[in-house]
T-cell receptor
Framework: DAGVIQSPRHEVTEMGQEVTLRCKPI?????LFWYRQTMMRGLELLIY????????DSGMPEDRFSAKMPNASFSTLKIQPSEPRDSAVYFC????????????FGPGTRLTVT | AQTVTQSQPEMSVQEAETVTLSCTYD???????LFWYKQPPSRQMILVIR??????QNATENRFSVNFQKAAKSFSLKISDSQLGDAAMYFC??????????????????FGKGTKLSVIP
């Protein structure tokens, strides 16, 4: 079975540019999570979707960040405009049910903003 | 808010030996879940083991086992017969069973800062 798929794996962009990260959850999973990992703050939840609906976005750092899930097999995390402090590894994870089951993580996208 | 603390930034173990990674957490809830995730250099987050707080029996997965002490809020991971492939960052994580105002579960994972495990041949 294919796991969670994220693209791109690496992204380097200049400050002020728009960045879009993509995620395809495991087929049949109806909960999706976006996490950010930095050395300073570790792993933090940004937003959680259930059945394509955002349930908890309290972790989204500011208005520059937005996430969408237009259908059950695709989600995006957008940063506009990007800043150097957004440099991090961004993970997407999915699970079944309402998210109470184990979360399976994608390989992550390493974002570098110069 | 829940917090998860891993007090050992780095650990090392000889191949074939046993090592224990520590984790403590702070919560006022009685029902929750605890996890250990492994993150090798590939960055992939891999679930190693999970423990339900209502279960007294410690979880075991092959060479991996936990020592869950609910009263002490402690959740350590023991790796037996360590292998080179066990070298990775290990993260302890907590998940609440609370329900949000919206009615959905608050299924956020709260992670510790991680322990980097090195395996010496």
């Amino acid at each position: 079975d294919a796991g969670v798929i994220q693209s791109p794996r690496h992204e380097v962009t200049e400050m002020g540019q728009e960045v879009t990260l993509r995620c395809k959850p495991i087929s049949g999973h109806n909960s999706l999570f976006w996490y950010r990992q930095t050395m300073m703050r570790g792993l933090e939840l940004l937003i959680y979707f259930n059945n394509n609906v955002p349930i908890d976005d309290s972790g989204m750092p500011e208005d520059r960040f937005s996430a969408k899930m237009p259908n059950a097999s695709f989600s995006t995390l957008k940063i506009q405009p990007s800043e150097p402090r957004d440099s991090a590894v961004y993970f997407c994870a999915s699970s079944t049910g309402q998210g109470e089951k184990e979360q399976y993580f994608g390989p992550g996208t390493r974002l570098t903003v110069t | 808010a829940q917090t998860v603390t891993q007090s050992q930034p780095e650990m090392s173990v000889q191949e074939a030996e046993t090592v224990t990674l520590s984790c403590t957490y702070d919560t006022s809830e009685s029902d929750y879940y605890l996890f250990w995730y492994k993150q090798p250099p590939s960055r992939q987050m891999i679930l190693v083991i999970r423990q339900e707080a209502y279960k007294q029996q410690n979880a075991t997965e092959n060479r991996f086992s936990v020592n869950f002490q609910k009263a002490a809020k402690s959740f350590s991971l023991k790796i037996s017969d360590s292998q080179l492939g066990d070298a990775a960052m290990y993260f302890c994580a907590y998940r609440s069973s609370a329900v949000l105002f919206s009615g959905a579960g608050s299924y956020q994972l709260t992670f510790g800062k991680g322990t980097k495990l090195s395996v010496i041949p």
